[in-house]
């Protein structure tokens, strides 16, 4: 069945045709759309979301090529969703900007909870045993690529890959949770 059949026959009142559709479409919408995100369930969400779009405005097509006119309608979508995921990290960066600086009292409490921390974390690190602590130190602390960690150690990236798995299973094996808080 042609689409300007199945258009007609939406328009109409048919959902069985409307269903027709989305499955010839859905493919077409979901990778236009992930193009765009970049993120699989947020294109599916935002696919689901251009068929309600193509479905309630399925009136103003002027059968002026379907396939082109709900990609169109797929992309818009998805750009409209990404300037609101923009829109909503900027503002929780402006909470947590407000949170950090907070009330004088809020900073110099929050700077000695921060030292305990890092006194706390430097306690553990030494319990590491010491083949372990460079890589974690590197890695976590001085955040390090593995290519830089081997170049400094004078090794195989693979080393520094296998030492860091080791210490990440001593980590899980000889700490708990509740050690850190």
Request: glycine share 2%; aromatic share 10%.
């Amino acid at each position: 069945m042609s689409d300007t059949v199945l258009i007609e026959k939406v328009l109409e009142g048919n959902d069985h045709a409307f269903r027709l559709l989305v499955e010839k479409y859905l493919n077409d919408v979901f990778r236009a759309v992930y193009a765009v995100l970049r993120d699989k369930k947020e294109a599916e969400d935002a696919a689901q979301e251009v068929f309600m779009k193509i479905y309630s405005s399925l009136s103003q097509y002027e059968n002026q090529g379907f396939k082109t006119w709900i990609t169109r309608i797929s992309v818009n979508h998805a750009i409209d969703v990404k300037r609101k995921q923009v829109r909503r990290k900027e503002d929780v960066v402006d909470v947590l900007e407000q949170q950090v600086l907070g009330t004088p009292k809020d900073s110099v409490e929050k700077e000695v909870i921060a030292q305990d921390q890092r006194r706390l974390v430097q306690r553990k690190l030494n319990e590491v045993p010491e083949n372990y602590r460079e890589v974690i130190y590197g890695f976590y602390i001085a955040e390090k690529s593995y290519q830089q960690m081997a170049e400094e150690q004078k090794v195989q990236v693979k080393t520094i890959e296998t030492k860091l798995y080791r210490a990440r299973n001593w980590m899980k094996r000889n700490w708990k949770e509740d050690d850190f808080s």
